[in-house]
């Protein structure tokens, strides 16, 4: 029983040293998944490392100083980690993307058929009710971690943006609801409110893989202090 509890202790103290030094190479794969926009961003923009990479070279100290700062603090990360509207969020944003290229496809079948046009109106309509639903618990969730509904520091050129992706949704729902535009005016309006969309999650892409990086840095600064 002892011979078997030293030799799982080794086996313990090997896989950690093994952790540790996969973190410090710059592996991403040793770091814990914390949500799934984290595995969302993961896949769109991946780590940069490889558990191959060699001993990493001495930092400049005149870019540490130059580095962004955190986007979450300590407790605004675990607030993050803890609240159900992080989940809520990596649901509903691949949803939305789904959505979008489906109606996008839609909507150039119209303009290149001028087939169609009632689908590809109310792919749009639909679109557009995701869109709100993706605001209103995005505001919940921003309110959970910054304690702000909206323009929180971290994300803030991200949300006034995002009024903009809104306002243009807003437009066509009402243009179509009055019928002051249809058809071709219409689908092209659809286009303009998709292609601020497109911008607009790229934003929100680029933070969190900058969040993401930060996060691997900040646990291969702690290991390195550590060993």
């Known amino acids: 029983m002892v011979s078997l509890m030293e030799h799982g202790a080794g086996h313990g103290r090997y896989a950690g040293r093994r952790h540790s030094a996969a973190l410090r190479a710059g592996d991403c794969s040793g770091r814990p998944a914390y949500s799934l926009l984290d595995a969302l961003v993961d896949r769109v923009a991946p780590c940069p490392w490889h558990a191959s990479a060699g001993s990493r070279a001495p930092l400049d100290p005149v870019a540490e100083d130059a580095a962004p700062p955190a986007l979450y603090t300590a407790e605004e990360r675990r607030r993050r980690d803890q609240t159900p509207w992080t989940a809520v969020q990596g649901f509903l944003a691949p949803i939305q993307f789904v959505v979008f290229l489906v109606s996008l496809g839609l909507v150039l079948h119209y303009l290149s058929t001028g087939s169609d046009y009632d689908l590809a109106a109310g792919s749009v309509v639909v679109k557009t009710l995701v869109l709100y639903a993706i605001m ?79 996060e691997s840095a900040r646990q291969r600064t702690a290991l390195t202090g550590a060993v």
């Open 136 to 214: 209103v618990t995005g505001s919940i969730w921003e309110k959970k971690v910054f304690d702000r509904y909206l323009f929180a520091p971290a994300f803030y050129w991200e949300d006034v943006f995002s009024m903009l992706v809104l306002g243009l949704h807003t437009l066509y729902l009402v243009a179509l609801w009055t019928g002051d535009l249809s058809g071709t005016p219409l689908m092209l309006l659809a286009l303009a409110a998709y292609a601020t969309y497109v911008v607009n999650a790229g934003q929100f892409l680029l933070k969190l893989r900058a969040a993401r990086l930060q």
